[in-house]
C-alpha cells in the first residue's frame, strides 16, 4: 500500500476514534441518569397532623412513586386511599428509644424494654435492606414535621450509606397556632418561641429552665402528664401566664381549644379527656391584639 493509503487509513481510523468518544460523552450521562433514576432509595416524609388533607403534595408525590411503605397502622389506615396496591410494612412503636446505645449503658430499670424493642428495630431494618438490594424505593411515614420530635427520625443515621430524603409536613405546632388564631412569635414583650417536651433522662434544658426566658412556648407533650408540666411551668410563669390546651391540631371534626392561665386552667381540664394528640401553648400571645380596644 503506498504512503497515500496509509494516510488515509489512518486519518480514517482517527475519525472513527473521535465519533465514538463524542458518542461515549453524549451516551454516559444519559446512561448514568438511567441508573441513578432506577436507584433504591429511603425516604422520611412528613404527612402533616390531623387530617390527610394538610399533605404536601410533594408528600403525595413520593407516596404514590414508593414500592414500599413503612409506617404505623394508625397512618395507614388514615391514608389507606394513597396505599392501595403498595407493600405496606407496620412499623411498630417506640423503635426510636434507645437506638444506637449499647445495653451496657442502659439503666437497670430499662433493660427490659431494651431487649424487647432492639430485636424489633433490627428485625425492621433486616427487612428494608433486603428491600433496597431488590431495588424498591422505601417512603417512611411520619405524623407532623418528622424533624420535630419525630419518632422515625433515626431512620436517617441507619441509612445514612444510601443518602436517604426528608420530606418535610406541616407539624402539629403549625396547626395548635392555626387553632388559636394566634402567631407565638407575635406578643407585647416577647418574639421568640420555644418548643419543648417532657423531660428526658439526661437533658439539661427542663421546662423550668427553659422558663426562665419568659418567650413563648410549644410543648409536645406525648403521654406526660398534664399536671408535671403545669407544676413546672408555674415555677418562673406568673400564675396570670395565659395557657392554652389544643387537643387534635389539625383534625377539623375534632379539634379542641380549651383557654385559660396557669392559675385556673387546672379546673378547665378534665384529664380523662384529654387525648393522645394534645399541646400546651404558653405566653402573652394566647391573649395579645395589636389593636387596643
Not at 177 to 182: D, G, N, T, V, Y
Request: hydrophobic fraction near 40%; charged fraction near 25%; glycine fraction near 8%.
Amino acid at each position: 500500500m503506498n504512503q497515500i493509503g496509509q494516510g488515509v487509513m489512518k486519518q480514517a481510523a482517527f475519525f472513527s476514534c473521535m465519533i465514538l468518544v463524542v458518542w461515549g460523552i453524549i451516551l454516559a450521562p444519559a446512561h448514568g441518569m438511567r441508573k441513578s433514576a432506577g436507584r433504591a432509595a429511603v425516604y422520611l416524609v412528613g404527612v402533616g397532623p390531623g387530617d390527610p388533607d394538610l399533605m404536601t403534595l410533594r408528600a403525595l408525590g413520593v407516596i404514590k412513586k414508593a414500592d414500599v411503605i413503612v409506617c404505623y397502622r394508625k397512618v395507614s389506615e388514615r391514608f389507606a386511599e394513597y396505599l392501595s396496591g403498595k407493600e405496606v410494612i407496620e412499623g411498630s412503636h417506640q423503635l426510636f428509644r434507645f437506638y444506637g446505645k449499647k445495653r451496657s449503658s442502659i439503666r437497670k430499670e430499662d433493660i427490659g424494654q431494651y431487649d424487647e424493642i432492639t430485636p424489633r428495630r433490627n428485625a425492621l431494618i433486616t427487612r428494608m435492606r433486603k428491600e433496597l438490594k431488590k431495588g424498591k424505593t422505601i417512603a417512611v411515614l411520619d405524623y407532623g414535621d418528622p424533624m420535630l420530635y419525630g419518632p422515625w427520625v433515626w431512620i436517617l443515621e441507619e441509612f445514612s450509606d444510601v443518602r436517604p430524603e426528608v420530606i418535610p409536613g406541616i407539624s402539629a405546632f403549625n396547626a395548635a397556632s392555626a387553632a388559636l388564631k394566634k402567631s407565638p412569635t407575635l406578643a407585647e414583650r416577647t418574639k421568640s418561641v420555644i418548643l419543648s417536651s417532657n423531660d428526658w433522662p439526661g437533658k439539661t434544658d427542663t421546662i423550668e429552665r427553659v422558663s426562665t426566658h419568659g418567650s413563648s412556648m410549644v410543648l409536645f407533650t406525648m403521654k406526660a402528664e398534664f399536671d408535671f408540666f403545669i407544676n413546672e411551668l408555674t415555677k418562673k410563669y406568673d400564675s396570670r401566664t395565659p395557657v392554652a390546651v389544643v387537643m387534635y391540631a389539625g383534625y377539623k371534626g375534632k379539634e379542641r381549644v380549651i383557654a385559660g392561665n396557669l392559675g385556673n386552667i387546672r379546673k378547665k381540664i378534665s384529664k380523662p379527656e384529654l387525648p393522645f394528640e394534645y399541646l400546651i401553648c404558653v405566653g402573652d400571645f394566647i391573649t395579645y391584639r395589636e389593636k387596643k380596644k
